[in-house]
């Protein structure tokens, strides 16, 4: 264990210094007050240890819990028990995830409890459907491209000021606590189900449930008609240490104590107890509560305010400096996501290393990057999100009809996890600065960047799977060639 946490600290600082580097250069450039420079320094701290610990918790804890719930659901060989148990857990998970309510304030006229109930019933039932796609082996493409046929249908239908936030909301709808769990859920059945040769069910569980909240999203816009509101408050107010960790840890606690709950109730009817395993589980818990809960700290107190400042002073400056600073931050930014190295981790286990960590990546984060660029190209131009936002999720769909199925999955699953908590305390705020400077409307054109963020690494992936479809092709014909050359 402490092999493993001394290996994912040297990785985090790694990922994390260039960040710092940047924003202590630009904010002796443009003379940023010294207490914010210092609580930015004391914040990538907290997220520095906080990463460490989630990261090495979710191997000790949640993978494992995942994939001890559905093994012992599948002993059980009753389907409806099984779809009943993912329907709530998905439900209760999504309603206690402490990043929700990062963008849930926006929508004003929608009561928030009617906002949470729909958005975690959409979660619930699609992570069900999920589930019975892999207990009966239905091709990802069919259930992925019906369920943004129905998005798209909707879509012409909706308010243009519905579409950015119902897309946001999918974003973050699956966090830090979630994902790892759901993940593992999805690895844990697919274990049992996927014969040898065949596609990879254990990916492609994350973007089936993020289908859910953008539909949810996009119906309570036609019975509520909302007024989408962009507040600038959480950008701006200066927010105390500690009243903060302890709200945070709250929430974490509350959003993980399902999980916890449901471990214990399986544990307690288990014939043969691992004493061992069992505490290692719970070292593992409480390293994931205090990890994540220092995460987000750090994240909440130090990154929105230095981040949005430097933006308003980026955004008087030479615009295309603008957009490649921006595409630096992105890239960097990707790479601390806590789900992001959750999924990563399980891609390169469970294709054994067919897909390199390192590649996949290295094209997450530059289709963060990308994502960033586009979005400051648009803000600094006075381009609408919807102009971007809908030709981008044809484009991914139309390219999902010739990815390979083990690719556009995991393609997928990349979309609800890239746009993260860092994004959110980070280049949101950015984009927002820099749009103060552009448009009276800046809040509503910058919050567009966290659903661009979901699509743009998902056409990366596509891309590349495409041309190791063809090169695999090219491949199998030049063997077949030689073994009939040989044979005669």
């Not at 928030?112 to 493409?141: D, E, H, P, Q, W």
Request: aromatic share 12%; net charge neutral.
């Amino acid at each position: 264990m402490y092999e493993n946490i001394i290996l994912n600290l040297k990785k985090i600082i790694c990922s994390i210094l260039p960040i710092i580097i940047l924003v202590l250069i630009l904010s002796f450039i443009f003379k940023i007050d010294f207490n914010t420079v210092i609580r930015f320094l004391a914040s990538s701290i907290l997220v520095i240890i906080g990463l460490t610990l989630f990261t090495t918790g979710t191997d000790l804890s949640l993978n494992i819990i995942g994939e001890k719930i559905s093994n012992s659901l599948i002993k059980k060989k009753n389907l409806f028990l099984i779809l009943i148990t993912c329907f709530f857990l998905g439900t209760f998970i999504t309603m206690l995830e402490p990043e929700f309510l990062t963008v849930s304030d926006e929508a004003k006229g929608i009561p928030l409890i009617i906002l949470l109930a729909f958005v975690s019933v959409g979660i619930g039932f699609f992570l069900m459907l999920a589930i019975y796609r892999i207990l009966k082996k239905i091709n990802f493409k069919y259930v992925l491209i019906s369920g943004y046929l129905l998005i798209f249908l909707l879509l012409m239908l909706s308010s243009f000021d519905v579409i950015p936030f119902a897309f946001d909301m999918a974003s973050v709808t699956t966090g830090a606590i979630s994902a790892p769990f759901i993940l593992a859920l999805g690895v844990g059945f697919a274990s049992k189900s996927r014969k040898q040769g065949s596609e990879s069910l254990e990916f492609g569980i994350l973007s089936i449930c993020s289908i859910g909240p953008i539909l949810m999203i996009l119906l309570l816009g036609f019975l509520f008609h909302p007024n989408i509101v962009y507040d600038s408050d959480p950008i701006l107010k200066k927010l105390n240490f500690f009243s903060t960790l302890w709200m945070n840890f709250y929430q974490v606690v509350f959003s993980i104590s399902p999980l916890i709950i449901l471990y214990l109730c399986f544990n307690h009817f288990q014939k043969k107890k691992n004493n061992r395993e069992f505490k290692k589980i719970i070292i593992g818990i409480l390293m994931v509560i205090i990890g994540i809960t220092l995460f987000l700290t750090g994240g909440d107190v130090g990154y929105f305010k230095i981040s949005y400042m430097l933006g308003t002073h980026l955004g008087n400056i030479n615009h295309l400096l603008i957009i490649m600073i921006g595409g630096i931050f992105g890239y960097f930014i990707a790479k601390i996501e806590p789900s992001l190295k959750v999924l990563i981790n399980y891609v390169d286990e469970v294709t054994n290393g067919g897909i390199k960590d390192n590649f996949l990546e290295l094209c997450l984060c530059l289709g963060v990057s990308l994502s960033v660029i586009l979005s400051l190209f648009r803000v600094l131009n006075g381009e609408s999100v919807i102009e971007f936002l809908i030709p981008t999720y044809f484009l991914a769909i139309l390219l999902a009809f010739f990815t390979p199925n083990n690719f556009l999955a995991i393609a997928f699953d990349a979309s609800g996890v890239v746009a993260g908590n860092m994004s959110s305390n980070f280049l949101l705020p950015l984009l927002v600065g820099v749009a103060y400077n552009i448009t009276n409307s800046y809040l509503k054109e910058a919050f567009g960047v966290l659903s661009l963020i979901s699509i743009i690494p998902v056409i990366i992936l596509e891309i590349i799977g495409l041309i190791y479809a063809s090169e695999e092709k090219v491949l199998n014909s030049n063997i077949l060639d030689d073994s009939i050359v040989y044979y005669r």
